[in-house]
């Protein structure tokens, strides 16, 4: 495959706590590609990795040894600042508890990683919109994050990591706080936003039933890639997206 | 700038805590601009040029005994001196005990010429100052004093003194306009009135004032004349003039030192407040913090933001705390202005709000820099998992 159809390859990642002199190895040995548009389900039993593997794609987190490219850069060769702004340009994040800014209502929540941006006013707003309506919350765009249920908290989160269009969307546990209908909303969400918009997505789950949604399925052991595994019988995708294709 | 509301917003994020702490700076600069204000104003008193020139020649043991006139005789000896008045503390009230102003006895002809720059003396007609000499029940006024109590030229001001057990009836002859408020809360008249009408002051005076040639004489004169009368009946003390304004306010100890150290102390207690504000107000935001750099926010970015969060709340503290500091100060400037003539003079200048705002600013950037630069460096997974 060539370099610019992979949004993530990773080469003998390893990635190593240390406890005085004692070094404690989290993850080792770590080689994997990720496609342009993929779907990949990071599982694993707690404790494996999963949550430290996905930081280090995300580049928000430095590996002790090998290699990262993710969107086409070396994630090791950029500083902390350059690191900073190739995230506020790829990398869309989706949080376990939404994380979303409290003092912020909805629509300044999402504008939040535009304001990174070299970007207008007017283009701002007509983003911000964009993505709101994407997640179908276009009338709640004044309510503060107290305001919202959690299922409307985590489709405002998933506005805000797609607003500025980014190539790879991370999500760590992004139902574990919501019930199974919002969860299943969330989930199928996500998979519009790969199949329409094309957007590669890594989400870390412990749910069998969310990892489903995914293409391939990827299990880590104990800091180890165990095996990938391509998911075949996907539920069915309802329309609940303006998508781009008709019916 | 696209970030105001984010930063507004997290600054008032816990109303009550913002809103005390705010306070809490006000009344800390409030105290500081008064107090320095204060020290200010008396400062300006010591160095004024024209009592730089002179020094009163009083009575050893108090202040308040009187001395003989014929003390007089002696000062006209010195050829140093170049001219000297006698006056005497008269502490009379205008019809109610509650209008007090500073008033004097004086020797007309030569206190306006050892007060002329206080009295403005160029300034005033040559007609009124002969009134004033001529007239025995003449006085002359400021003009602040005078439009308080609406007096006019002519007018005939009753002033009784407890301290004489006397009423005396004035005529206004010279309305003059000095170059400070405080110098116009104060009225003058002829001292043989007072020595007429009081038989223990026949012959006597409350103290002189004597205007130098030369400053640097100053203090060999004063010398030479305490010497002369230290074998007679009433020795004298002879001081500067400032430093027999200051004899009161000296009385409160040493006021400067005071000043600076409550200051100092205040400025500390500012810091831990502010200080403890923002480390709270940062820490409760650690995951926020971490998310936005997650989503891109540089290090530096998000240390821009909690600085400014910072600064703001110093300056809306400051900015509170001069504004009252300035009411107070204008209230203390009429009201306390009326007892000591001084106080007319008390305003905030510009350069104790510089101060106050430098403070201020010096103070917020420190106290938030600490926790804020710990903030942005933190590592942002160590942030996202701190829940
Ligand atoms: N800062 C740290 N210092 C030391 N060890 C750490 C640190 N962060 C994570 N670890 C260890 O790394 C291992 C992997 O942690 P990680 O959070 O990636 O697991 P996980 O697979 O996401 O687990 P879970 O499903 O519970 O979220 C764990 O054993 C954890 O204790
Ligand atoms: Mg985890």
Redo the contacts with the bound molecule.
């Keep these: 495959m060539a370099t610019g159809d992979i949004s993530v390859r990773l080469r003998n990642l390893a990635k190593s706590?240390w406890r005085g002199t004692l070094e404690?190895p989290?993850l080792t040995g770590i080689d994997l590609d990720i496609p342009r548009g993929g779907y990949y389900a990071l599982m694993?039993p707690?404790?494996?990795?999963?949550?430290?593997l996905l930081n280090l794609i995300a580049g928000i987190d430095r590996p002790s040894g090998g290699e990262l490219e993710v969107c086409g850069h070396a994630l090791n060769r950029l500083d902390d600042d350059e690191l900073a702004i190739w995230r506020s340009r790829k990398v869309g994040f989706i949080f376990q508890n939404y994380n979303l800014v409290p003092v912020l209502n909805a629509y300044e929540n999402v504008e939040l990683p535009l304001l990174l941006a070299d970007l207008g006013r007017a283009e701002r707003r007509r983003r911000v919109l964009r993505a709101l309506e994407l997640v179908n919350l276009t009338d709640r765009m004044h309510n503060y994050p107290r305001q919202l249920s959690g299922g409307q908290e985590q489709r405002v989160a998933i506005a805000r990591a797609i607003v500025h269009d980014p190539e790879l969307i991370v999500a760590d546990e992004p139902t574990g706080a919501l019930d199974a209908r919002n969860a299943e909303e969330a989930l199928i969400l996500l998979e519009h936003l790969n199949q329409e918009l094309g957007k590669t997505i890594v989400l870390?789950t412990?749910d069998p039933k969310a990892a489903q949604h995914a293409r391939f399925q990827i299990h880590l052991e104990k800091g180890v890639l165990d095996r990938t595994v391509e998911v075949h019988d996907r539920p069915e995708l309802p329309r609940i997206l303006p998508g781009p294709e008709g019916a | 700038m696209k970030f105001l509301t984010l930063i507004l917003r997290s600054l008032f994020r816990s109303k009550r805590r913002t809103i005390l702490t705010v306070l809490s700076l006000a009344v800390s600069v409030f105290l500081i601009a008064l107090l320095q204000s204060l020290l200010g104003t008396m400062d300006s008193l010591t160095t004024s040029t024209a009592s730089g020139m002179r020094f009163v020649v009083q009575d050893k043991a108090s202040f308040t005994n009187v001395i003989p006139q014929s003390y007089a005789n002696y000062l006209r000896q010195q050829p140093e001196i170049e001219q000297f008045t006698a006056f005497q503390w008269f502490g009379g009230e205008y019809k109610d005990p509650k209008n007090f102003f500073a008033n004097f006895a004086v020797d007309p002809e030569t206190y306006l010429q050892v007060y002329r720059e206080e009295a403005n003396l160029p300034s005033i007609p040559p007609s009124q100052v002969r009134d004033f000499i001529r007239d025995g029940n003449a006085c002359c006024v400021g003009k602040t004093l005078a439009d308080k109590y609406g007096w006019k030229l002519g007018d005939v001001v009753p002033l009784r003194s407890s301290i004489f057990n006397i009423t005396l009836r004035l005529n206004i002859r010279i309305i003059f306009k000095g170059q400070r408020n405080s110098d116009e809360m104060f009225l003058a008249f002829n001292i043989k009135q007072l020595q007429e009408a009081v038989p223990w002051m026949k012959g006597r005076v409350g103290a002189f004032t004597v205007r130098a040639k030369n400053p640097s004489d100053i203090p060999r004169l004063c010398d030479r004349i305490d010497r002369h009368f230290a074998n007679s009946a009433q020795e004298t003390l002879s001081i500067t003039e400032n430093a027999f304004n200051l004899n009161m306010i000296k009385m409160l100890g040493d006021f400067s030192t005071m000043v600076h150290s409550i200051s100092g102390a205040v400025l500390v207690a500012i810091l831990i407040v502010t200080a403890n504000t923002m480390a709270m107000a940062i820490r409760e935001r650690t995951t926020q913090i971490s998310t936005m750099r997650a989503i891109g926010f540089s290090s530096g970015q998000i240390l821009s933001l909690l600085m400014a969060e910072g600064l703001l709340l110093s300056l809306m503290g400051s900015g509170l705390g001069i504004a009252l500091a300035m009411c107070a100060a204008s209230l203390a400037a009429n009201v306390a202005g009326q007892l000591l003539p001084w106080m007319a003079d008390f305003i905030i200048t510009g350069e104790t709000l510089l101060l106050c705002v430098l403070l201020t600013l010096g103070l917020g950037l420190l106290s938030t820099f600490i926790p804020a630069y710990r903030a942005s460096r933190r590592p942002i997974t160590?942030g996202l998992r701190a829940l």
């Design positions: 706590y404690i989290v694993g707690s404790g494996s990795g999963k949550t430290t870390v412990h | 160590e």
